[in-house]
């Protein structure tokens, strides 16, 4: 199975900008992988953020942004605010099986 | 509105079997797939499969095809995942999650408050 990897950490300043990228054990990541972002807040479920690379739901807030980078996928959060500080994971696919990354803890501080 | 209820905390002896419910409401259940996730106290989220609720196609996580079982019953609009052969290190709360569609198999919006699972002798 291919492995997902994210960066384990990230913190940034309230009004800052933070990426966080996504990579496969088997190449570049591309818009066949299918890739979402989902947020995940202390004892809650997780929420769809993005997929298929940049498409929002409909209670993404705007200031969240997936694209394609350096053979990754990114999620782009330019303006962070506190109510942003949680667990972020991707989750690419594989011919229709999916694998998540390990998750990134993003700090608001 | 959309909801997808699941069933309450289970607690299991290694070997045992558990079968987790979701009971969707607010859409034709048909028109979308499920999909099961899970996460171990404090771990990060593992994909275990995708049932579609219009054809019953399935596609499990190469690591427990052997052991899991996902359907749906679609007079009930309920989806079910049965996990056999339990182990100490199935221990999780599971998901389940509406697709964006029938095809999808990843979580696409609404997703269930999720059942904690404890396997312990």
């Known amino acids: 199975q291919a492995v997902v990897t994210q960066e384990p950490s990230l913190t940034v300043s309230p009004g800052g900008t933070v990426t966080l990228t996504c990579g496969s054990s088997?190449?570049?990541?591309?818009?066949?992988?299918?890739p979402y972002w989902f947020q995940q807040k202390p004892g809650q479920a997780p929420r769809t953020l993005i997929y298929?690379?940049?498409n929002k739901r409909s209670w993404t807030p705007a200031r969240f942004s997936g694209s394609l980078l350096g053979g990754k996928v990114a999620l782009t959060l330019s303006g962070a605010q506190p109510e942003d500080e949680a667990d972020y994971y991707c989750l690419l696919s594989y011919g229709g099986a999916r694998v998540f990354g390990g998750g990134t803890k993003l700090t608001v501080l | 509105q959309v909801q997808l209820v699941q069933s309450v905390t289970e607690v299991k002896k290694p070997g045992a079997s558990v079968k987790v419910s979701c009971k969707a409401s607010g859409y034709t259940f048909t028109s979308y797939g499920i999909v099961w996730v899970r996460q171990a106290p404090g771990q990060g989220l593992e994909w275990l499969g995708w049932i579609s609720a219009s054809n019953g196609n399935t596609n499990y996580v190469q690591k427990l095809q052997d052991r899991v079982t996902m359907t749906t019953e679609t007079s009930t609009s309920t989806a079910y995942m049965e996990l056999r052969s339990l182990r100490s290190d199935d221990t999780a709360v599971y998901y389940c999650a509406r697709g964006i569609n029938t095809v999808a198999t990843a979580p696409g919006d609404y997703w269930g408050q999720g059942t904690l699972v404890t396997v312990s002798s």
């Open positions: 298929d690379v940049y």
């Open positions: 088997t190449g570049a990541v591309t818009s066949g992988h299918y």
